[in-house]
T-cell receptor
Framework: SQQGEEDPQALSIQEGENATMNCSYK?????LQWYRQNSGRGLVHLIL?????REKHSGRLRVTLDTSKKSSSLLITASRAADTASYFC???????????FGAGTTVTVRA | EAQVTQNPRYLITVTGKKLTVTCSQN?????MSWYRQDPGLGLRQIYY???????DKGDVPEGYKVSRKEKRNFPLILESPSPNQTSLYFC???????????FGPGTRLTVL
């Protein structure tokens, strides 16, 4: 499997703080995506960044991609209790038209 | 409303009793996929389908079958379930296989 790996596995922050999680992968990608999963529910797509892009924003989310280091980061600014969830990166590799998901980062936002 | 539906949502069964989990989408997507999610392992792809009558194995296909006779439906079949198939299963669809995927609500399966 060519799945990406997230880091850290778990993160606990205070409401209002920023949360940063990282994803590393091993081979060339077409794009990299981030998804959110609330406890036991279906995954929800957050953002897609293509291999020729370096940074993307969506509301309080900021995603960066460094293809030279084969890594991406997801930053959630001014976190809220509702951001408590698991976050997954998914990589679409250049030689394989499937998505491979990592094991996820569990984020807990404390009130 | 764009939807991916799965049935049943919860199922407890016994070893060896054939079962089918249905997946249906109303987005006219060509690409559909099944994943299983286990603690600490993330999502692993079981099977996928690029279009009607076109299916292929994912990373963990053993013990599963699929069919794609119509564009909107992509059932997952467990011919002889075993306890190691106890898991949370998700169906997903996409207009293009490697773009944004839309997930169903999940089916929690327990095999005793």
């Amino acid at each position: 499997s060519q799945q990406g790996e997230e880091d850290p596995q778990a993160l606990s922050i205070q409401e209002g703080e920023n949360a940063t999680m990282n994803c590393s992968y091993k081979t060339s990608i077409n794009n990299l995506q981030w998804y959110r999963q609330n406890s036991g529910r279906g995954l929800v797509h957050l953002i897609l960044i293509r291999s020729n892009e370096r940074e993307k924003h969506s509301g309080r989310l900021r995603v960066t991609l460094d293809t030279s280091k084969k890594s991406s980061s997801l930053l959630i600014t001014a976190s809220r209790a509702a951001d408590t969830a698991s976050y997954f990166c998914a990589t679409a590799f250049s030689n394989d038209y499937k998505l491979s998901f990592g094991a996820g980062t569990t984020v807990t936002v404390r009130a | 409303e764009a939807q991916v539906t799965q049935n049943p949502r919860y199922l407890i069964t016994v070893t060896g009793k054939k079962l089918t989990v249905t997946c249906s989408q109303n987005m006219n997507h060509e690409y559909m996929s099944w994943y299983r999610q286990d603690p600490g392992l993330g999502l692993r792809q079981i099977y996928y389908s690029m279009n009607v009558e076109v299916t292929d194995k994912g990373d963990v296909p053993e013990g599963y079958k699929v069919s794609r006779k119509e564009k909107r439906n992509f059932p997952l079949i467990l011919e002889s379930p075993s306890p190691n198939q106890t898991s949370l299963y998700f169906c997903a669809t996409s207009g293009i296989s490697y773009n944004e995927q839309f997930f169903g609500p999940g089916t929690r399966l327990t095999v005793l």
